[in-house]
Every structure is written in C-alpha cells, then in structure tokens.
C-alpha cells in the first residue's frame, strides 16, 4: 500500500510541475544549446497496448535490469513510439518505482535536439514512459552490429559533436543540473538523419546549484566507462559524465567496445596510443584512410582531457564542444597538469583492465605526449 501511496504523491508533484508557465520557470540564462517547448501528457493504457501489439515480445527492443522496451505506433496519428515498463516484479519494490518515477521527473524537464524527447506517461496497469522511437537504433548497435552499414567518418564525427551538445545542455541549459551517470553509445540513439540523442536517464540524478558533487551509494553504471572518482567514492558531479564522454569518443573512433570479450578495456588499449601520439593507428580500420585529420585531432586531444583520473583537470563539457567545434584552441601548455597529478594519472593505470601486447608501449606521460597531437 505504501507504494501506491508514493506513487499518487509523486506523480501529482510531477504532473503538477509539467505544467507551470515559463514564467514561473524563466529559461535560463548563457550560451546554452537550442531548445524544444515542452510538451508531453498522460496517455490511457488502450492506446499504448494497442500500439505495441499488447505488448507482444515480437515488438520487445531493449530489456534492462527492471525495465522492458517496446517499439508501437499510435493509432491516433500513426506516430511510431517506444514504450518503458517497468517490469511486473519491480512494481511491489518501491526503490524501483521510485526510481522509475525519478527517471519520469527528470525526462519530462528536458527539452534539447540531442536529447531524447518524452512523450508522456502511462499509469494504469503499471508504470510506463512514452518516448520517440528512434528507428535507426543506438550509435553501439551502428558501431558493432556486422548487418549494418558500417559508420561513415562524417557520421561518427556529428555524433560526437551532436553528443556534446546535449551533454552541455544537461549540465547548464537545464533549469535544474542534471549528472547523466550512465553515458556510453548504446544509451544515444540515432534519428533517421543519424542525428544522436541521448537517452535512458534511470540513473540520472539532479544537483542543486549550491552543491559541489553528489555523493551516491550502491555505484551503478556501466564498467568500463566510471569515472575514478565515483568507482571508488561514489562521488558524483559534472565531470563523471564528461570521463564517460571521453570513453565514449574512444569508442566511436576505434569502433571497439569499453571492455572486450576478452575483458580487456578500450582505456587499456587507447592510452599508449594518445601518449605516443600515434592518433592515426586509433581509427577504425572498416573506414580505411577516409577521414578528416584535424577532426581525429581534435577528437582524440579530448578524448586524452576527458579520461583524465583527477577530475579537476577534466574539462567541462562546455570546453569541450569549443574543442570539437574548433571554437576552441588545442594547446597543450592551457591543460599541462603539475607533477603531483601526474603521478595520481601513473597510479590509476590500475584501472585497464590488462596489458595489450598489441599496442605500443610508451612510458611518456600525457603531458610529454599531448603536444604530438600538433605535430602530425
């Protein structure tokens, strides 16, 4: 009874919120990204079980710990859609709904081109959220699915680019800073114009202005893509989503996984490479010598900045689209870090997984190495 209790509560607070004016939520202030009006609704149950075949498993396209994923069309305007349920189990554990409804009051308060746009909700019968399907699927079943195309450099590029742009918006164009936590490519999908959005916010969590970091417990997220600072203090700002970011971009170059079949990690693998400079021998060997040089420059100069083990030396996620968008100069002297966090960079090398026999063995460390990215 308790959780239906909760349920009501939350979802009043919630529906409540979805629709205050601007004027009673002023759009914020600064050089953020585009944004979208607001705009989603409670649907009834009958509409999103006509859409998705009754939920029938042939419609079934994502299925996590607590949660299932249905693609639909709306009989009302023929609108192809996705549809979140909270898995049966999951609904007599408040921890999960609550969860669930943290999710829904986080989505329902973005609005960005990058961002994965909600639709509404459904509460009879369950939990539900409503999102856009995003037909062509996610940037990691476009990367490693062998039946598809494989990724243009151009594509993969604006995806990075894209990405950013709806990272930067979470973490200064909200109302309220939203911190990610779960940033890897099989959480952005891709629109049919290979436009990335990033979505499943299950792990998101809101930090109010005054606070420095959020500290959270248990660690969730992805292994392979946390962030020092949070695998082992559970420490949780900005700057976690900005080293998953930096995974991310490794990933989308290489066309590898975070952690392989063989359990070695993309890190591992990436970082003698970014420290001897050797940024050509990190790009996906299917797109052969069709890229851009300067891009791969600059992609690979953030990627070395973003995956930094202290967090303070990081940039922001702000910085970071000035470097892709090449607003933003690449000088090695602006992110030189000093001896004492250079050591804390050789102490975290723990964190790969295994020694790649395969890559080139460098002892330079990243401050040597990062004017390289000027030099080819």
């Not at 639909?72 to 999951?90: C, E, M, Q, S, Y």
């Not at 939203?178 to 916010?201: C, G, M, W, Y």
Request: net charge negative; charged share 25%; proline share 5%.
């Amino acid at each position: 009874m308790g959780h239906l209790l909760l349920r009501n509560r939350s979802l009043k607070r919630l529906l409540s919120i979805g629709k205050k004016t601007d004027e009673e939520h002023p759009k914020p202030t600064g050089d953020v990204s585009p944004q979208r009006k607001l705009a989603w609704r409670c649907f009834s149950y009958r509409e999103i079980s006509q859409a998705t075949g009754d939920f029938n498993q042939d419609n079934l396209v994502g299925r996590g710990g607590y949660a299932e994923v249905y693609k639909g069309i709306l009989l009302a305007d023929r609108r192809a859609i996705a549809v979140k349920r909270l898995n049966p189990a999951a609904l007599t554990d408040g921890k999960r709904e609550k969860e669930f409804l943290t999710e829904l009051g986080t989505v329902s308060h973005v609005s960005h081109p990058n961002v994965s746009r909600l639709l509404g909700c459904c509460v009879e019968n369950g939990l539900h959220l409503i999102f856009e399907l995003s037909s062509t699927g996610s940037v990691s079943s476009n990367l490693h699915d062998e039946s598809k195309p494989i990724m243009t450099w151009k594509q993969r590029f604006n995806i990075a680019v894209g990405t950013a742009r709806g990272l930067q918006y979470l973490h200064k164009g909200c109302q309220r800073r939203i911190i990610h936590r779960d940033i890897k490519a099989s959480n952005v999908l891709l629109t049919d114009h290979f436009e990335p959005q990033i979505s499943d916010f299950g792990l998101a969590r809101w930090l109010p202005s005054e606070w420095s970091h959020h500290a959270i417990a248990p660690i969730e997220g992805t292994f392979g893509c946390l962030a020092p600072e949070y695998y082992t203090h559970g420490i949780v700002d900005e700057k976690t989503d900005v080293f998953a970011f930096g995974v991310f971009l490794l990933e989308v170059i290489s066309g590898k996984k975070p952690v392989d079949r063989s359990h070695k990690s993309l890190l591992s693998w990436a970082k003698p490479y970014l420290n001897d400079g050797s940024i050509q021998a990190m790009v996906d060997p299917r797109i052969g010598d069709d890229y851009d040089l300067d891009q791969l420059k600059r992609l690979t100069f953030v990627a070395s900045l973003c995956i930094r083990a202290s967090a303070s030396w990081r940039p922001t996620m702000t910085e970071v689209l000035e470097l892709l968008e090449g607003t933003g100069e690449i000088s090695p002297n602006r992110w030189q870090m000093p001896e004492a966090e250079q050591e804390e960079e050789e102490f975290w090398d723990f964190y790969d997984l295994d020694d790649d026999s395969n890559s080139p063995s460098s002892s330079s460390s990243s401050n040597r190495s990062i004017g390289k990215y000027l030099s080819h």
